[in-house]
């Protein structure tokens, strides 16, 4: 209905008016005044009564209503030129006088419903304040029947139709996101408190799906946040193509989407909705030329008896979205009853936040054992977060939530600091040698990070220790997304005099032209690979002579295929512990 996209309109091309007036008559007259203001490039049709007007704007694209107000006695009609044709455009002139004249009561009742469609009012009476009224209520210009000449008239047309675009493009932005074009959460909340609104007077109900990309970071990685955002827009096409008509697919943000649905008799409605759009997601797609698939985690919650926010709505579709995804995937429905422990990923995001900033994380410490004289080469820093429902949560519940919020460079920093500061303490203790560092691993966030060298000598100095105290793994996902930036990170790092080491080398990839063109001192291999693979990837780590470490060695068996490692590190040696836990363990060491 009305102007759709706000482009600039080709005023040579046709123009299609809609023209009401007092009665059939009046609405004659309009109609061939507006036919000769605007010319041969002109649609124009009628409509019999002021309240079929929104009905005649949803059943065709109009790009200019007229409207003859009733604000004053009814003038003679007006002479019309002697060269005016016959009307060429379907008119439907009722063969009486309508009983409903449009007056400004009736067109502040219209406006609301016809917003996105530029309003020419033509008035009878010169009372300034009909005027001014009339253009509070929205319409775009206002003229006296009496002076709108044909000029005058055809140069308000137009003028009404580029302001409405101007406004119409105004309102999109701000209402509409810019990669995808769809709804914005601001449009979504608006027309989910309207929904919910209508709810309370029928019997059907409101279904809101709360939608996360699983595996779109690992795309956004490797192939670059152009092709990220190809993906999205995909993906958002994607979605209004399996959509009910009626329904609202909005952009949250990130890779979050939400799909309100109004009108629903049950939930398995809801549910086939989510069904239909995770199967279109799911389709295959082009990345750079690789073939990729990606799918959602969706979580549904759905008007009960009683009142609910658009907001408590939205927070109850994403705590059902994380309890999928926390599943490994899939559809979840929001359960009222199941406590008020439940916690959304948005309430994850900002409590990790809060975790961050207020010592909220901690570190686990994992013994690195040279394999030659069984001495501790070094000690690895993993970090935990102690949630205060969830209890102690390993790095995988939620690093990768940290990179998605852009929080991985601000934790990478605590963890280096805390780490340091840790290290400093076993030394004074006399557990530690100077020269027994500690290993910390970097995200590709810091890595990318601007001055990260000085942010790492900043750590440093605040708790004393040297830079031949700290180790930095890297893996080589940290190169894919942007390989000039992170391979002067490196540099930076290794000018700072810290040893930096490649983690996971030779797992689903073994490029050797990263291992030997960046400035690392050592590598890690994972001692559960294939015995074949393991021994190519130590052989190129020793052919550049750099220290190797075999890690997650799980259990004494595998010693006989890291033969040949310098080092190694895994629950067949020691366990993660805390620093308490960790310093008994160094202690027993030195006895």
């Not at 009561?105 to 016809?114: D, G, K, R, T």
């Not at 280096?416 to 303490?425: D, N, P, V």
């Not at 002579?545 to 080092?567: F, I, N, R, S, W």
Request: hydrophobic share 45%.
């Amino acid at each position: 209905m009305g102007l759709g996209r706000p482009d600039e309109k080709d005023f040579t091309q046709s123009l299609r008016l809609l023209v009401v007036g007092q009665d059939a008559q009046h609405t004659e007259a309009l109609r061939r005044r507006v036919r000769a203001a605007i010319g041969p490039h002109a649609d124009v049709l009628v409509a019999d009564t002021v309240t079929r007007v929104p009905r005649a704007l949803y059943e065709v694209a109009i790009d200019c209503l007229v409207l003859g107000l009733a604000s004053g006695p009814e003038p003679e009609s007006p002479a019309q030129p002697a060269s005016e044709p016959e009307p060429e455009s379907p008119a439907e002139p009722a063969s009486e006088p309508t009983a409903e004249p449009t007056s400004l009561q009736s067109l502040e009742a219209m406006l609301p419903s016809v917003r996105d469609v530029p309003v020419v009012i033509l008035a009878r009476a010169g009372d300034p304040s009909v005027g001014m009224q009339a253009i509070r209520d929205g319409a775009q210009d206002y003229l006296l029947e009496s002076a709108a000449d044909p000029e005058s008239l055809a140069r308000a047309i137009r003028h009404a139709i580029a302001r409405k675009h101007t406004e119409v493009g105004r309102v999109r932005r701000a209402l509409h996101d810019s990669l995808t074009g769809l709804p914005n959460r601001a449009l979504l909340l608006d027309r989910l408190q309207v929904a919910l609104g209508r709810s309370r007077r029928r019997p059907t109900s409101v279904a809101l799906l709360f939608l996360d990309l699983d595996g779109f970071k690992r795309i956004n990685d490797s192939f670059g946040h152009e092709a990220g955002d190809a993906l999205l827009v995909e993906i958002a096409e994607r979605m209004q193509r399996v959509l009910r008509p009626g329904d609202t697919v909005a952009r949250y943000g990130g890779d979050e989407f939400v799909i309100l649905c109004e009108d629903l008799r049950g939930q398995r409605e809801a549910v086939r909705v989510a069904k239909r759009t995770r199967a279109a997601i799911a389709e295959p797609l082009t990345v750079r030329g690789h073939e990729v698939t990606i799918e959602a985690s969706v979580g549904i919650a759905r008007t009960r008896r009683e009142q609910v926010s658009a907001e408590e709505l939205i927070r109850e579709a994403d705590i059902a979205m994380y309890r999928a995804k926390r599943r490994g995937g899939g559809i979840d429905l929001y359960d009222p009853g199941s406590g008020t422990d439940a916690i959304s990923g948005l309430e994850v995001e900002q409590r990790l936040r809060e975790a961050v900033m207020r010592a909220g994380l901690l570190l686990h410490f994992q013994p690195v054992i040279a394999l030659a004289d069984k001495r501790v080469h070094s000690l690895e820093a993993l970090i935990r977060w102690e949630h205060p429902e969830r209890g102690l949560l390993a790095p995988a519940d939620f690093l990768p939530l940290a990179e998605e919020s852009g929080l991985a460079a601000d934790v990478d920093r605590w963890a280096i600091t805390e780490a340091c500061r840790q290290l400093g303490r076993w030394q004074t203790d006399g557990l530690l040698n100077d020269d027994t560092p500690v290993s910390v691993n970097l995200s590709a966030a810091s890595l990318r990070m601007p001055r990260l060298a000085d942010a790492v000598q900043s750590a440093l100095r605040a708790t004393g220790i040297s830079a031949a105290g700290l180790n930095l793994e890297v893996s080589e996902a940290s190169f894919d997304r942007d390989p000039a930036r992170a391979a002067t990170g490196l540099d930076e790092l290794v000018g700072a005099g810290v040893s930096l080491y490649l983690d996971g080398f030779g797992i689903d990839r073994s490029d050797l032209a990263v291992l030997s063109t960046h400035p690392f001192a050592g590598v890690k291999l994972m001692a559960a690979t294939p015995v074949t693979t393991l021994k190519a990837s130590l052989a190129a780590a020793r052919s550049l002579d750099l220290y190797t470490v075999a890690k997650a060695l799980e259990t004494p068996a595998q010693l006989e295929h890291v033969e040949g490692c310098d080092a190694a590190q895994g629950y067949a040696i020691a366990r993660p512990a805390d620093a308490d836990a960790t310093a008994r363990f160094l202690a027993s060491r030195a006895e």
